[in-house]
Protein backbone atom coordinates (compact mmCIF):
# COMPACT_ATOMS: atom_id res chain seq x y z
CA UNK A 1 0.00 0.00 0.00
CA UNK A 2 1.49 3.34 -1.24
CA UNK A 3 -0.18 6.24 0.90
CA UNK A 4 -0.16 9.45 -0.16
CA UNK A 5 2.66 12.01 -0.72
CA UNK A 6 2.03 15.61 -1.07
CA UNK A 7 2.45 16.65 -4.52
CA UNK A 8 5.62 17.30 -6.36
CA UNK A 9 6.45 21.17 -6.32
CA UNK A 10 8.65 23.16 -8.37
CA UNK A 11 12.58 23.30 -7.20
CA UNK A 12 12.69 26.88 -6.93
CA UNK A 13 10.24 28.69 -4.31
CA UNK A 14 10.07 31.97 -4.38
CA UNK A 15 9.99 33.50 -0.47
CA UNK A 16 6.06 34.83 -0.98
CA UNK A 17 5.00 31.23 -2.60
CA UNK A 18 6.94 29.54 0.08
CA UNK A 19 5.29 31.57 3.03
CA UNK A 20 1.88 30.25 1.14
CA UNK A 21 2.50 27.44 1.04
CA UNK A 22 3.95 27.20 4.63
CA UNK A 23 0.95 28.55 6.38
CA UNK A 24 -1.66 26.34 4.06
CA UNK A 25 0.30 22.96 3.82
CA UNK A 26 4.21 23.22 4.45
CA UNK A 27 4.58 19.18 3.24
CA UNK A 28 4.10 20.30 -0.12
CA UNK A 29 6.01 23.17 0.19
CA UNK A 30 9.00 20.89 0.38
CA UNK A 31 10.73 20.16 -3.26
CA UNK A 32 10.91 16.52 -3.88
CA UNK A 33 14.75 16.36 -4.65
CA UNK A 34 14.89 16.46 -0.63
CA UNK A 35 13.93 12.64 -0.04
CA UNK A 36 16.73 11.90 -1.46
CA UNK A 37 18.96 15.10 -0.67
CA UNK A 38 22.11 14.71 2.25
CA UNK A 39 21.42 18.53 2.77
CA UNK A 40 20.05 21.18 1.32
CA UNK A 41 20.37 25.07 1.58
CA UNK A 42 17.35 27.90 1.93
CA UNK A 43 18.54 31.26 1.37
CA UNK A 44 16.49 34.31 2.22
CA UNK A 45 16.77 37.80 2.00
CA UNK A 46 17.07 37.71 6.21
CA UNK A 47 18.75 34.06 7.03
CA UNK A 48 19.98 30.88 5.83
CA UNK A 49 18.94 27.75 6.77
CA UNK A 50 19.48 23.87 6.48
CA UNK A 51 17.43 20.89 6.07
CA UNK A 52 19.74 18.13 7.28
CA UNK A 53 19.36 14.36 5.95
CA UNK A 54 22.41 12.94 6.85
CA UNK A 55 22.69 11.14 9.97
CA UNK A 56 25.69 12.22 11.34
CA UNK A 57 24.71 15.45 10.79
CA UNK A 58 21.34 14.69 12.82
CA UNK A 59 23.11 13.36 15.15
CA UNK A 60 25.40 16.11 15.75
CA UNK A 61 22.38 18.97 15.93
CA UNK A 62 20.51 17.05 18.20
CA UNK A 63 23.16 14.38 20.01
CA UNK A 64 26.77 15.48 20.42
CA UNK A 65 26.10 19.33 20.27
CA UNK A 66 22.81 20.03 21.87
CA UNK A 67 24.28 23.53 23.19
CA UNK A 68 25.66 24.85 20.14
CA UNK A 69 22.05 24.22 18.33
CA UNK A 70 19.91 25.26 20.89
CA UNK A 71 15.61 25.15 19.90
CA UNK A 72 15.07 27.98 18.09
CA UNK A 73 12.41 30.05 19.19
CA UNK A 74 10.75 31.11 15.66
CA UNK A 75 8.62 28.52 15.33
CA UNK A 76 6.96 28.69 18.85
CA UNK A 77 6.47 32.23 18.68
CA UNK A 78 3.34 32.27 18.03
CA UNK A 79 2.10 29.58 20.82
CA UNK A 80 3.58 31.75 23.86
CA UNK A 81 0.60 33.13 24.69
CA UNK A 82 -0.24 30.02 26.04
CA UNK A 83 2.71 27.93 26.82
CA UNK A 84 4.34 30.67 28.55
CA UNK A 85 8.21 29.62 29.42
CA UNK A 86 6.84 25.55 29.28
CA UNK A 87 9.67 23.30 28.91
CA UNK A 88 8.97 23.38 24.99
CA UNK A 89 10.08 27.26 24.67
CA UNK A 90 12.57 27.19 27.21
CA UNK A 91 16.57 26.60 26.80
CA UNK A 92 19.75 26.51 29.19
CA UNK A 93 19.59 26.27 32.70
CA UNK A 94 16.14 27.04 32.65
CA UNK A 95 15.51 24.29 30.13
CA UNK A 96 17.99 21.83 32.49
CA UNK A 97 16.08 22.37 35.72
CA UNK A 98 12.66 22.01 34.11
CA UNK A 99 13.50 18.53 32.72
CA UNK A 100 15.20 17.66 36.18
CA UNK A 101 11.18 17.92 37.65
CA UNK A 102 9.55 16.45 34.86
CA UNK A 103 11.52 13.34 33.48
CA UNK A 104 11.16 11.87 36.95
CA UNK A 105 7.02 11.54 36.24
CA UNK A 106 7.58 9.59 32.74
CA UNK A 107 10.39 7.39 33.77
CA UNK A 108 10.41 3.61 34.10
CA UNK A 109 7.45 2.15 35.76
CA UNK A 110 5.03 5.11 35.77
CA UNK A 111 3.69 4.19 32.27
CA UNK A 112 2.34 1.46 33.98
CA UNK A 113 0.69 3.32 36.34
CA UNK A 114 -1.19 5.13 33.18
CA UNK A 115 -1.91 2.33 31.59
CA UNK A 116 -5.24 1.61 33.72
CA UNK A 117 -6.60 5.82 32.56
CA UNK A 118 -5.55 4.81 28.74
CA UNK A 119 -7.58 1.62 28.88
CA UNK A 120 -10.84 2.73 30.23
CA UNK A 121 -10.33 5.72 27.91
CA UNK A 122 -9.95 3.73 25.13
CA UNK A 123 -12.98 1.72 25.83
CA UNK A 124 -15.13 4.97 26.59
CA UNK A 125 -13.96 5.98 23.23
CA UNK A 126 -15.28 2.61 21.20
CA UNK A 127 -18.45 3.00 23.27
CA UNK A 128 -18.77 6.31 21.53
CA UNK A 129 -18.81 4.97 18.24
CA UNK A 130 -21.82 3.58 15.93
CA UNK A 131 -21.91 2.09 12.70
CA UNK A 132 -21.59 4.43 9.49
CA UNK A 133 -18.95 6.85 8.41
CA UNK A 134 -16.53 8.13 10.99
CA UNK A 135 -14.94 11.61 11.28
CA UNK A 136 -11.21 9.51 12.88
CA UNK A 137 -9.93 13.20 13.67
CA UNK A 138 -12.53 14.34 16.09
CA UNK A 139 -12.84 11.03 17.40
CA UNK A 140 -9.06 10.65 17.91
CA UNK A 141 -8.91 13.91 19.46
CA UNK A 142 -11.49 13.55 21.75
CA UNK A 143 -10.03 10.04 23.06
CA UNK A 144 -6.38 11.13 23.61
CA UNK A 145 -7.93 14.32 25.35
CA UNK A 146 -9.79 11.93 27.75
CA UNK A 147 -6.62 9.80 28.23
CA UNK A 148 -4.26 12.97 28.82
CA UNK A 149 -7.32 14.48 31.21
CA UNK A 150 -7.02 11.21 33.33
CA UNK A 151 -3.16 10.50 33.28
CA UNK A 152 -2.88 13.67 34.41
CA UNK A 153 -5.71 14.81 36.70
CA UNK A 154 -7.56 11.96 37.45
CA UNK A 155 -10.40 13.54 35.52
CA UNK A 156 -12.41 12.23 32.45
CA UNK A 157 -13.25 14.17 29.28
CA UNK A 158 -17.05 14.30 30.59
CA UNK A 159 -16.07 16.70 33.68
CA UNK A 160 -17.32 19.85 33.81
CA UNK A 161 -13.66 21.47 34.10
CA UNK A 162 -12.06 19.51 31.30
CA UNK A 163 -14.68 19.78 28.75
CA UNK A 164 -14.34 23.27 29.22
CA UNK A 165 -10.76 22.96 28.86
CA UNK A 166 -10.75 20.51 25.91
CA UNK A 167 -13.40 23.13 24.14
CA UNK A 168 -10.80 26.27 24.63
CA UNK A 169 -8.19 24.43 23.16
CA UNK A 170 -9.80 23.80 20.13
CA UNK A 171 -10.62 27.14 20.37
CA UNK A 172 -7.29 28.33 20.55
CA UNK A 173 -6.02 26.28 17.68
CA UNK A 174 -8.17 27.59 15.00
CA UNK A 175 -7.21 31.11 15.98
CA UNK A 176 -3.78 31.07 16.32
CA UNK A 177 -1.78 29.66 13.38
CA UNK A 178 1.16 28.15 14.11
CA UNK A 179 3.02 29.36 11.08
CA UNK A 180 3.46 33.11 11.20
CA UNK A 181 5.38 35.38 8.77
CA UNK A 182 7.21 36.25 11.92
CA UNK A 183 8.83 32.82 11.99
CA UNK A 184 10.43 33.49 8.48
CA UNK A 185 11.48 36.92 8.82
CA UNK A 186 13.23 38.03 12.04
CA UNK A 187 11.95 41.44 12.05
CA UNK A 188 8.86 40.78 11.76
CA UNK A 189 6.86 42.06 14.58
CA UNK A 190 5.49 38.84 16.55
CA UNK A 191 1.87 40.01 16.58
CA UNK A 192 -1.13 37.90 18.54
CA UNK A 193 -4.64 38.36 17.36
CA UNK A 194 -7.04 39.53 20.33
CA UNK A 195 -9.31 36.01 19.66
CA UNK A 196 -5.76 33.77 19.99
CA UNK A 197 -5.26 36.35 23.28
CA UNK A 198 -8.45 35.86 24.61
CA UNK A 199 -8.27 32.29 23.68
CA UNK A 200 -4.95 31.48 25.47
CA UNK A 201 -5.63 33.48 28.83
CA UNK A 202 -9.08 31.45 29.26
CA UNK A 203 -7.54 28.24 28.88
CA UNK A 204 -4.52 29.60 31.21
CA UNK A 205 -7.34 30.51 33.39
CA UNK A 206 -8.86 27.09 33.49
CA UNK A 207 -5.91 25.04 33.87
CA UNK A 208 -4.88 27.83 37.14
CA UNK A 209 -8.30 26.65 38.03
CA UNK A 210 -7.07 22.59 37.88
CA UNK A 211 -3.82 23.29 39.04
CA UNK A 212 -4.61 25.56 42.81
CA UNK A 213 -7.64 22.39 43.11
CA UNK A 214 -4.60 19.99 43.02
CA UNK A 215 -2.56 22.04 45.26
CA UNK A 216 -5.32 22.35 47.75
CA UNK A 217 -5.83 18.38 47.75
CA UNK A 218 -2.06 18.04 47.98
CA UNK A 219 -1.90 20.14 50.89
CA UNK A 220 -5.03 18.05 52.71
CA UNK A 221 -3.29 14.82 51.52
CA UNK A 222 -5.99 13.55 49.34
CA UNK A 223 -4.45 14.35 46.10
CA UNK A 224 -4.48 10.96 43.52
CA UNK A 225 -0.60 9.59 42.76
CA UNK A 226 -1.31 10.73 39.28
CA UNK A 227 1.13 12.75 36.58
CA UNK A 228 0.31 16.34 38.18
CA UNK A 229 0.54 15.33 41.61
CA UNK A 230 3.95 13.65 40.96
CA UNK A 231 5.40 16.81 38.80
CA UNK A 232 4.22 18.56 41.59
CA UNK A 233 5.67 17.19 44.37
CA UNK A 234 9.40 16.51 42.65
CA UNK A 235 11.81 19.16 43.58
CA UNK A 236 14.57 19.75 41.79
CA UNK A 237 17.27 17.55 42.89
CA UNK A 238 20.10 20.38 42.63
CA UNK A 239 18.17 22.99 43.97
CA UNK A 240 15.19 21.99 45.94
CA UNK A 241 12.75 24.17 43.97
CA UNK A 242 9.65 22.88 43.04
CA UNK A 243 7.47 24.18 40.32
CA UNK A 244 5.42 27.38 41.45
CA UNK A 245 1.95 27.92 40.49
CA UNK A 246 2.44 29.88 37.27
CA UNK A 247 5.70 27.46 35.99
CA UNK A 248 2.73 24.39 36.70
CA UNK A 249 0.49 26.25 34.60
CA UNK A 250 3.07 26.46 31.81
CA UNK A 251 3.84 23.18 32.20
CA UNK A 252 -0.07 21.80 32.12
CA UNK A 253 -0.55 23.75 29.08
CA UNK A 254 2.05 21.87 27.03
CA UNK A 255 1.17 18.82 28.51
CA UNK A 256 -2.20 19.09 26.96
CA UNK A 257 -1.16 20.31 23.40
CA UNK A 258 1.70 17.83 23.29
CA UNK A 259 0.63 15.28 24.84
CA UNK A 260 -3.15 14.84 22.95
CA UNK A 261 -2.60 16.76 19.43
CA UNK A 262 0.31 14.29 18.76
CA UNK A 263 -1.17 11.29 19.97
CA UNK A 264 -4.68 11.64 18.02
CA UNK A 265 -2.36 12.33 15.17
CA UNK A 266 -0.79 9.11 15.02
CA UNK A 267 -4.01 7.17 15.79
CA UNK A 268 -6.10 8.96 13.17
CA UNK A 269 -3.31 7.73 10.37
CA UNK A 270 -2.69 4.21 12.28
CA UNK A 271 -6.43 3.79 11.53
CA UNK A 272 -6.05 4.86 7.98
CA UNK A 273 -3.29 3.29 6.99
CA UNK A 274 -5.10 -0.24 8.72
CA UNK A 275 -8.48 0.59 6.32
CA UNK A 276 -5.83 1.09 3.10
CA UNK A 277 -4.37 -1.93 4.33
CA UNK A 278 -6.90 -4.71 4.80
CA UNK A 279 -4.05 -7.87 5.87
CA UNK A 280 -2.64 -5.87 8.17
CA UNK A 281 -6.11 -4.67 9.53
CA UNK A 282 -6.95 -8.58 10.09
CA UNK A 283 -3.54 -9.13 11.71
CA UNK A 284 -4.19 -6.44 14.30
CA UNK A 285 -7.53 -6.81 14.82
CA UNK A 286 -6.85 -10.79 15.54
CA UNK A 287 -4.41 -10.02 18.46
CA UNK A 288 -6.31 -6.94 19.99
CA UNK A 289 -8.97 -9.82 20.48
CA UNK A 290 -6.56 -11.81 22.51
CA UNK A 291 -5.32 -8.94 24.61
CA UNK A 292 -9.24 -7.70 24.99
CA UNK A 293 -10.22 -10.59 26.30
CA UNK A 294 -8.13 -10.24 29.03
CA UNK A 295 -6.64 -6.97 28.88
CA UNK A 296 -3.60 -5.70 31.30
CA UNK A 297 -0.27 -3.64 30.71
CA UNK A 298 1.76 -7.59 30.71
CA UNK A 299 -0.47 -8.50 27.75
CA UNK A 300 1.22 -5.25 26.36
CA UNK A 301 3.75 -6.88 24.90
CA UNK A 302 1.80 -9.73 22.99
CA UNK A 303 0.59 -7.23 21.00
CA UNK A 304 3.41 -7.42 18.47
CA UNK A 305 1.93 -6.69 15.16
CA UNK A 306 0.14 -3.66 16.47
CA UNK A 307 2.97 -2.07 17.83
CA UNK A 308 5.04 -2.79 14.34
CA UNK A 309 1.80 -0.72 12.93
CA UNK A 310 2.56 2.30 15.43
CA UNK A 311 6.29 2.50 14.54
CA UNK A 312 5.68 2.01 10.63
CA UNK A 313 2.78 5.01 10.82
CA UNK A 314 5.16 7.44 12.96
CA UNK A 315 7.60 6.42 9.94
CA UNK A 316 5.14 7.68 7.32
CA UNK A 317 3.44 10.26 9.59
CA UNK A 318 5.53 11.42 12.12
CA UNK A 319 3.09 13.83 14.25
CA UNK A 320 5.59 16.60 14.95
CA UNK A 321 6.87 16.77 11.29
CA UNK A 322 10.23 18.92 11.35
CA UNK A 323 11.62 20.94 14.30
CA UNK A 324 13.83 23.72 14.33
CA UNK A 325 17.40 24.45 15.74
CA UNK A 326 19.37 27.89 15.74
CA UNK A 327 23.09 27.93 14.91
CA UNK A 328 24.98 29.86 17.99
CA UNK A 329 28.39 30.01 16.40
CA UNK A 330 29.07 29.67 13.17
CA UNK A 331 29.86 25.85 11.78
CA UNK A 332 30.72 23.97 8.59
CA UNK A 333 28.24 21.04 7.29
CA UNK A 334 29.56 19.00 4.32
CA UNK A 335 31.75 21.77 3.55
CA UNK A 336 29.56 24.41 3.59
CA UNK A 337 29.23 27.64 5.78
CA UNK A 338 26.73 27.28 8.07
CA UNK A 339 26.43 30.86 9.84
CA UNK A 340 25.70 32.10 13.19
CA UNK A 341 21.81 32.06 13.52
CA UNK A 342 21.44 30.06 10.87
CA UNK A 343 18.14 27.60 11.33
CA UNK A 344 18.38 23.97 11.12
CA UNK A 345 15.57 21.95 10.32
CA UNK A 346 15.67 18.68 11.03
CA UNK A 347 12.57 16.78 9.25
CA UNK A 348 11.21 13.12 10.59
CA UNK A 349 8.99 13.74 7.74
CA UNK A 350 11.74 13.36 4.96
CA UNK A 351 13.86 11.20 6.86
CA UNK A 352 11.20 8.73 7.25
CA UNK A 353 10.99 8.76 3.51
CA UNK A 354 14.47 9.21 2.99
CA UNK A 355 15.07 7.33 -0.20
CA UNK A 356 18.72 6.41 0.93
CA UNK A 357 17.48 4.94 3.84
CA UNK A 358 14.65 2.61 3.37
CA UNK A 359 13.49 0.01 1.28
CA UNK A 360 10.54 0.92 -0.49
CA UNK A 361 10.14 4.41 1.66
CA UNK A 362 6.59 4.89 0.65
CA UNK A 363 5.08 1.86 1.41
CA UNK A 364 3.64 0.89 5.01
CA UNK A 365 4.78 -2.37 5.45
CA UNK A 366 5.24 -2.79 9.38
CA UNK A 367 7.34 -6.24 8.93
CA UNK A 368 10.22 -4.41 8.14
CA UNK A 369 10.49 -3.87 12.13
CA UNK A 370 10.34 -7.26 12.07
CA UNK A 371 13.88 -7.66 10.36
CA UNK A 372 16.11 -4.67 11.26
CA UNK A 373 16.00 -1.61 13.66
CA UNK A 374 17.03 1.19 11.57
CA UNK A 375 19.70 3.82 12.31
CA UNK A 376 18.54 5.76 15.21
CA UNK A 377 18.52 8.79 13.50
CA UNK A 378 16.73 7.80 10.74
CA UNK A 379 13.34 7.59 12.48
CA UNK A 380 13.03 10.26 14.83
CA UNK A 381 9.12 10.64 15.78
CA UNK A 382 10.15 11.36 18.81
CA UNK A 383 13.24 13.42 18.46
CA UNK A 384 16.49 12.31 20.31
CA UNK A 385 19.62 13.53 22.17
CA UNK A 386 18.80 15.72 25.90
CA UNK A 387 15.48 17.37 24.34
CA UNK A 388 13.72 13.89 23.27
CA UNK A 389 9.98 13.48 24.06
CA UNK A 390 9.64 12.85 27.23
CA UNK A 391 6.31 11.37 27.04
CA UNK A 392 7.70 8.74 23.80
CA UNK A 393 6.99 5.82 26.63
CA UNK A 394 3.57 7.18 27.46
CA UNK A 395 2.77 7.60 24.00
CA UNK A 396 3.71 4.49 22.77
CA UNK A 397 1.76 2.61 24.75
CA UNK A 398 -1.68 4.75 24.29
CA UNK A 399 -1.26 4.12 20.79
CA UNK A 400 -0.91 0.84 20.93
CA UNK A 401 -3.94 0.35 23.94
CA UNK A 402 -6.05 2.92 21.80
CA UNK A 403 -5.38 1.11 17.98
CA UNK A 404 -6.07 -2.67 19.97
CA UNK A 405 -8.98 -1.65 21.45
CA UNK A 406 -10.58 -0.02 18.30
CA UNK A 407 -9.69 -2.68 16.07
CA UNK A 408 -10.98 -5.53 17.81
CA UNK A 409 -14.54 -4.18 18.38
CA UNK A 410 -14.44 -2.38 14.43
CA UNK A 411 -13.37 -2.98 11.02
CA UNK A 412 -12.05 0.25 9.52
CA UNK A 413 -12.89 0.73 5.22
CA UNK A 414 -11.37 3.75 3.34
CA UNK A 415 -13.40 6.23 1.25
CA UNK A 416 -11.17 9.10 -0.29
CA UNK A 417 -7.67 9.39 0.59
CA UNK A 418 -6.43 11.66 3.08
CA UNK A 419 -3.73 14.32 2.31
CA UNK A 420 -1.45 15.23 4.80
CA UNK A 421 -1.00 18.57 5.82
CA UNK A 422 1.30 20.59 8.69
CA UNK A 423 -1.36 21.96 11.28
CA UNK A 424 -0.47 21.75 14.63
CA UNK A 425 0.68 18.52 13.33
CA UNK A 426 0.28 16.29 10.53
CA UNK A 427 -2.98 16.61 10.08
CA UNK A 428 -5.33 15.33 6.64
CA UNK A 429 -6.35 18.23 4.77
CA UNK A 430 -10.14 17.26 4.22
CA UNK A 431 -10.13 15.18 7.46
CA UNK A 432 -10.08 11.37 7.47
CA UNK A 433 -13.36 9.82 6.87
CA UNK A 434 -13.60 5.87 7.24
CA UNK A 435 -16.46 3.69 7.41
CA UNK A 436 -17.27 1.37 10.36
CA UNK A 437 -18.10 -1.71 10.70
CA UNK A 438 -19.11 -3.55 14.54
CA UNK A 439 -17.89 -6.24 14.39
CA UNK A 440 -19.91 -9.37 15.92
CA UNK A 441 -19.05 -10.36 19.45
CA UNK A 442 -18.80 -13.96 17.77
CA UNK A 443 -17.29 -13.80 14.64
CA UNK A 444 -14.91 -10.52 15.72
CA UNK A 445 -11.75 -11.94 14.24
C1 LIG B 1 2.72 10.31 19.30
C2 LIG B 1 2.86 11.16 20.29
C3 LIG B 1 4.00 12.12 20.43
C4 LIG B 1 4.93 12.53 19.51
C5 LIG B 1 5.10 12.09 18.07
C6 LIG B 1 5.78 13.50 20.17
C7 LIG B 1 6.87 14.12 19.57
C8 LIG B 1 7.67 15.05 20.18
C9 LIG B 1 8.80 15.70 19.57
C10 LIG B 1 9.31 15.44 18.14
C11 LIG B 1 9.32 16.56 20.45
C12 LIG B 1 10.55 17.46 20.23
C13 LIG B 1 10.14 18.71 19.52
C14 LIG B 1 11.28 19.67 19.32
O1 LIG B 1 12.41 19.42 19.69
O2 LIG B 1 11.00 20.75 18.77
C15 LIG B 1 8.52 16.47 21.64
C16 LIG B 1 8.72 17.22 22.78
C17 LIG B 1 7.92 17.14 23.89
N1 LIG B 1 6.89 16.26 24.11
FE1 LIG B 1 6.20 14.88 22.85
N2 LIG B 1 5.34 13.66 21.45
C18 LIG B 1 4.27 12.84 21.66
C19 LIG B 1 3.56 12.67 22.82
C20 LIG B 1 3.82 13.35 24.00
C21 LIG B 1 3.14 13.11 25.25
C22 LIG B 1 2.07 12.03 25.47
C23 LIG B 1 3.65 14.01 26.14
C24 LIG B 1 3.31 14.22 27.58
C25 LIG B 1 2.35 13.65 28.24
C26 LIG B 1 4.65 14.80 25.45
C27 LIG B 1 5.36 15.83 26.00
C28 LIG B 1 6.38 16.51 25.36
C29 LIG B 1 7.11 17.61 25.98
C30 LIG B 1 6.89 18.18 27.37
C31 LIG B 1 8.09 18.01 25.05
C32 LIG B 1 9.14 19.12 25.20
C33 LIG B 1 10.46 18.49 25.62
C34 LIG B 1 11.64 19.45 25.61
O3 LIG B 1 11.69 20.36 24.79
O4 LIG B 1 12.54 19.24 26.44
N3 LIG B 1 4.73 14.36 24.16
N4 LIG B 1 7.52 15.54 21.45
Not at 394 to 399: K, S, T
Amino acid sequence: MKPPKPEARPKQVSLWRYWKLFRQDILSAQPPHLYRAKMAEFRTPWFRSFLVNELELVRKVLIDMPEVFPKSDRVTRGLRPLLGQSVFVTNGKAWTQQRRIIDPAFEGGRVKESFPPMLAAAEDAADRIGPGVLDIEAMASHATADIIFRALFSRTIEDAVAQETYAAFRAFQRVQPVATMAALVPWWPVRHARPARRAAARLRDLISQLVADRQGEIAKGTAPPDLATKIMTTKDPETGRAFSKTEMVDQVAIFFLAGHETSASLLGWALWCLAAAPDWGAQVAEEAGVFCANPGFAGLSGLKVTRNVVRETLRLYPPVPMFVREAKIEQSFRGRRVQKGAQIVVSPWHLGRHETLWDSPDHFDPARWDHRSPPREAWLPFSAGPRVCPGAGFAMAEAVVLLAVLMSRFKFETLEPPMPVAHLTVRAKDGIRLRVTPRQASSRF
